[in-house]
């Protein structure tokens, strides 16, 4: 019974209800249209350059330690002494050139983030003289 009691209140409040809020209203009127200022496109082309180049030379710096491990196990395994030294020598270039563009393409990669993220070139004035209600300052750009 109260079930039924429920059911028909729930019933007789949707028919006294049954308009939406503001359903006579007329409709909407289109947002107006803002143009917006374009900021000028910035050229990246150096930025993704360095960043190829840095990925570039951190793979290469895996192929150059690959065969610097390779020399260096013929190395352990040689008895001929001349062939040892070579071997050795070999070791070590491998090495400095697997250090060497390692630690180029690191440079790279922070360049090419430092160039696309960062980097905001300047107005062509890099000396402003700034005069402001509330302050006067000269701002040096670089």
Known sequence: M?????????????????????????????????????????????????????AALIGSSFYFTGRANSHYDDYLRETDPARIESLYDTTLRNDAYARSSLIAGEALIATGLYLRFIHRPHSGARLQWSIAPTRCAIAFRF
Do not use: E, K, M
């Open 2 to 54: 109260r079930w039924l009691r429920a059911g028909i209140t729930l019933l007789a409040l949707v028919s006294i209800f049954d308009r939406a809020a503001g359903a006579d209203a007329p409709a909407a009127v289109p947002f107006p249209v803002v143009a917006l200022d374009s900021a000028p496109a910035r050229p990246n082309g150096w930025a993704y350059a360095s960043l190829l180049g840095g």
